[in-house]
């Protein structure tokens, strides 16, 4: 079982940058990709991005593109998630999860999750 501790959110005006890391408790060479997700208040849970561990190829939500990059340290078991030109629609609570064969943007297809770290942008 794959335990993922995030941590790097907490609070930043718009414009600012923030980077939340992912650590994975285990050797990552059982996880196919590794998806970065958001839920605001009232909202459903949606994906801001994915990386392939293998071969690295990431793929961005269109509300992220541009302002978010994901990037990982295979040596370190840990993946990490950028945020600059933070806006305040931008504030939730954020995930990682992998997902052990195959691809998916889909929350409900990812076997393991972090508990979720809190990043809030203030106006």
């Known amino acids: 079982q794959v335990q993922l501790v995030e941590s790097g959110g907490g609070l930043v005006q718009a414009g600012g940058s923030l980077r939340l890391s992912c650590a994975a408790s285990?050797?990552?060479?059982?996880?196919?990709?590794m998806g970065w997700f958001r839920q605001a208040p009232g909202k459903e849970r949606e994906v801001v991005g994915t990386?392939?561990?293998?071969?690295?190829?990431?793929y961005y939500a269109d509300s992220v593109k541009g302002r978010f990059t994901i990037s990982k340290d295979n040596a370190k078991n840990t993946a990490y998630l950028q945020m600059n030109s933070l806006k305040p629609e931008d504030t939730a609570v954020y995930y990682c999860?992998?997902?052990?064969?195959?691809?998916?943007?889909?929350?409900?297809?990812?076997?393991?999750w972090g508990r979720g770290t809190q990043v809030t942008v203030s106006s």
């Open positions: 285990e050797r990552t060479f059982s996880i196919y990709v």
């Open positions: 990386i392939r561990w293998s071969g690295g190829n990431t």
């Open positions: 999860a992998v997902r052990r064969i195959g691809s998916s943007r889909q929350p409900g297809e990812y076997d393991y």
